[in-house]
């Protein structure tokens, strides 16, 4: 009967991850029978427990094992140690305890990269605590335009690598960031974002019409509910709160900015509506029902013409 090998990861972090407890398998004497992308607890099972590859130990992998369903209880006697002739690895990108009881996972090994958080403080101190452990400092505004720009975990760690060589004296700046981590395309992104946040309607529509010809909807979506989501929370406080808000979320700089100018140029409802409108939007962006660009270029451009001033 096999062991049990469950590796849990968010997006892009998950192959690489997977990579890696393969590898270590096989130099603990594992080698690779089968990878199945559709497959059955009871076929796993029954292929794993009549012994392994020509008499040595046999590796299989399971890639998007949520489709497994849960695990079945009545297999749990069935599970080994270190010691069994096969092993069997799950892979999982989604929350694998939906699918893996806690007796379950007594009796596995886990390899769990923990989610990056999506926003606020908890994102700005994960890339800081990033960037310390490259040896290298970023400025308030630095960070804020990582989080800003990159959205995987991956591509954060090698952008803050790549600004680490370049950096001089362990100090990364809004300006060195500018300056080597955004493409022709990240750039029109945030000349939209700007000319959005700001009410700059002659800026945002040509803007998005360049956006529309080499972008996908998605990014775009992403980096909208970034910036929306602070503005509608903002929206919902006095003037005299704006700052302490902020400080707490440690937004500060071009982030803080961007965000205060939303809140001032548009009514509080058009922001709101306008954030309902995008999350929406991305939902069905990514079950296969969405209208794209159409409905976000309506989007915009109801805000637009709600501008306070």
């Given at each position: 009967m096999p062991r049990l090998i469950v590796v849990s990861a968010p997006g892009l972090e998950l192959q690489d991850l997977?990579?890696?407890?393969?590898?270590?398998?096989?130099?603990?004497?594992?080698?690779?029978?089968?990878?199945?992308?559709?497959?059955?607890?009871?076929?796993?099972f029954a292929v794993a427990g009549s012994g392994g590859l020509f008499g040595g130990r046999s590796l299989f992998v399971v890639e998007n094992a949520s489709r497994l369903g849960p695990f079945p209880e009545g297999?749990?006697?069935?599970?080994?140690?270190?010691?069994?002739?096969?092993?069997?690895?799950l892979a999982y990108e989604g929350n694998h305890r939906k699918h893996l009881s806690k007796e379950v996972l007594k009796r596995a090994h886990l390899y769990e990269l923990q989610a990056v958080p999506r926003w606020g403080k908890a994102r700005l101190d994960w890339i800081a605590a990033q960037?310390?452990?490259?040896?290298?400092?970023?400025?308030?505004?630095?960070?804020?335009?990582?989080?800003?720009?990159?959205?995987?975990?991956?591509?954060?760690?090698?952008?803050?690598?790549?600004?680490?060589v370049a950096s001089e004296d362990g100090k990364i700046s809004a300006a060195l960031v500018r300056e080597l981590s955004v493409s022709s395309g990240g750039r029109k992104l945030v000349k939209f974002l700007d000319a959005l946040c700001e009410g700059k309607i002659p800026e945002a529509l040509e803007a998005m019409v360049n956006l529309r010809?080499?972008?996908?909807?998605?990014?775009?979506?992403?980096?909208?509910?970034?910036?929306?989501?602070l503005a509608a929370y903002i929206s919902c406080l006095p003037p005299g709160a704006h700052e302490a808000f902020l400080e707490?979320?440690?937004?500060?700089?071009?982030?803080?900015?961007?965000?205060?100018?939303?809140?001032?140029?548009?009514?509080?409802?058009?922001?709101?509506?306008?954030?309902?409108?995008?999350?929406?939007?991305?939902?069905?962006?990514?079950?296969?029902?969405?209208?794209?660009?159409?409905?976000?270029?309506?989007?915009?451009?109801?805000?637009?013409?709600?501008?306070?001033?």
């Open positions: 997977l990579l890696a407890a393969e590898k270590e398998l096989q130099g603990a004497g594992y080698m690779l029978a089968r990878r199945y992308e559709e497959t059955s607890w009871s076929e796993i297999f749990l006697p069935w599970l080994e140690g270190e010691t069994a002739a096969a092993a069997v690895v960037a310390k452990n490259l040896g290298v400092r970023l400025d308030g505004e630095a960070i804020s335009l990582l989080s800003e720009y990159f959205e995987e975990p991956k591509e954060l760690k090698s952008e803050l690598e790549k600004l680490a010809e080499e972008t996908d909807v998605l990014p775009v979506i992403a980096g909208l509910h970034r910036r929306f989501r707490a979320l440690k937004a500060r700089g071009y982030q803080a900015r961007m965000a205060k100018a939303a809140a001032k140029r548009y009514p509080k409802a058009a922001i709101w509506r306008f954030l309902t409108g995008i999350i929406g939007l991305s939902y069905r962006e990514k079950v296969g029902e969405g209208s794209g660009w159409v409905q976000l270029e309506e989007l915009a451009i109801e805000l637009l013409g709600s501008r306070a001033f």
